[in-house]
């Protein structure tokens, strides 16, 4: 019996467009697609437009007079203005084009540990982040802290998956001069408190960094709105390709902040002795960038846009609640994280009983189901609640009830095989 869902989207019309949700795997079995946190399936008017790209415009961008360079420079330009109105961005400038997210956050924490002041750490300023980053949220920041001798601080997270912020006036204080934190945690599904932590970041002068790789793919992100200074994301996850990222960043500070990277395309001159710099986004995109790669993400702009962020996010919150409200059902099976629908996102960690969830992967997977298991780039998360590692299925703007069935009943399977 299909199960009928307020908010849902027409997923039957909707995964006509992906050509891989049709694909049968282990013996006959239909896939059952729910890695989406790690990485989504991209559709058909994606794949033809990087396909169209390659065959008929593919060329080095800005400084070629020939038609292809030119074609190419255009579309690859173009990209970055859907992106801006995609995040609201008050200027296109501010949209940089990296190869992921990390490179965004790993950009902007090097630009911080070269800057001049205001904006520079150093062995006199602290650093606040919180304990449920992905690593790439992580390990720049320790980076950072190791070379420059600035304060690394964290928030703790409460027994039911949010941040704790009873201590936030301690945690971030006069010496802090940045805090960078998940806007929807990969692992625990939590939507975090923006307005909470960036009112306190500005109290006391701090440049706040957003990571909302599982934000932009999920609903509407309006850089404007979340009022942080630095917002990462990647293309992948939201029906892009691999190999593109986006920093978006306050114009000012781009202008004033240092390069991360040195060569072609980020320069205006170039002498024995010195070099000066482009403005932003090109100080900040040497070399020949991901062109293909950020046409890609253009056309995947196009493609969420037209259904509608919020749309898609009333979709994912329909097959969320769903998903929680049959996975409890499960005997023996943990949620990690909040378990409820509400300031959460469409990823959510589980746990079954003794069975470790390397091998409730490998049984889910021999039904069709694709899961993701370990710790998921968020080692202390799984420290913090005394576990090795967690199940985790991720939903998107394509996922069904009958996905969420067919997980709850493979769980079943699992726990028989397991005796």
């Known amino acids: 019996m299909t199960v009928q ?52 415009h593919n060329a080095n961008v800005h400084r070629g007079v ?26 296109r400038d501010e949209v940089i084009f990296t190869k992921n997210a990390s490179e965004s956050l790993n950009l902007v924490a090097n630009m911080l540990g ?31 802290s190791q070379r420059t001798g600035a304060k690394l601080k964290w928030f ?14 301690q945690v971030i204080t006069e ?38 790789s599982q934000a932009a793919p999920h609903m509407v992100l309006d850089v404007q709105a979340l009022q942080a200074d630095f917002v990462a994301f990647t293309g992948h996850k939201m029906c892009g390709p691999d190999g593109i990222g986006v920093l978006w960043g306050r114009q000012e500070l781009l202008e004033d902040l240092p390069p991360f990277l040195g060569g072609g395309e980020m320069i205006e001159t170039v002498s024995m002795h010195s070099s000066t710099y482009a403005p932003a986004p090109h100080k900040f995109e040497a070399g020949t960038p991901p062109i293909a790669q950020a046409v890609g993400l253009g056309a995947a702009v196009d493609y969420l846009s037209a259904i509608g962020m919020d749309k898609i996010a009333a979709h994912e919150h329909a097959i969320t609640e769903y998903a929680i409200k049959r996975l409890l059902e499960v005997p023996d099976l943990r949620i990690i994280g909040p378990t409820t629908a509400e300031d959460r996102g469409a990823a959510v960690s589980f746990t079954l009983g003794d069975i470790h969830p390397h091998d409730v992967g490998q049984v889910l997977d021999e039904q069709g189901i694709a899961v993701r298991v370990g710790h998921h780039c968020a080692r202390p998360v799984c420290l913090r609640y005394g576990i090795p590692a967690t199940t985790r299925a991720s939903f998107y703007l394509y996922s069904t009830p009958a996905e969420v069935d067919a997980l709850v009943d493979g769980l079943e399977h699992v726990r028989n095989f397991f005796g």
């Open 175 to 212: 010496k802090t001069k940045v805090v960078s934190f998940v806007l929807v945690s990969n692992i625990l599904g939590t939507l975090n408190p923006v307005e909470t932590i960036v009112r306190r970041a500005q109290e006391v002068g701090a440049l706040v960094v957003v990571d909302a």
């Open 5 to 56: 869902l307020p908010g849902l989207l027409d997923t039957e019309a909707i995964r006509k467009d992906f050509p891989i949700l049709d694909r049968v795997v282990h013996d006959g079995k239909k896939l059952v697609y729910l890695d989406n946190a790690a990485t989504s399936q991209k559709p058909r008017q994606v794949l033809d437009v990087l396909n169209e790209y390659y065959e008929q």
């Open 114 to 144: 070269w800057a001049d002041d205001p904006y520079r750490v150093d062995r006199d300023t602290e650093i606040v982040i919180t304990e449920m980053e992905h690593h790439s949220n992580i390990v720049p920041w320790q980076l950072l």
């Open 66 to 91: 020939h038609v292809l360079a030119e074609e190419a420079t255009a579309l690859y330009e173009g990209a970055r203005d859907k992106v801006a109105a995609f995040v609201n961005a008050p200027s």
């Open 156 to 169: 703790g997270l409460t027994d039911d998956g949010r941040l704790d912020l009873s201590n936030i006036d």
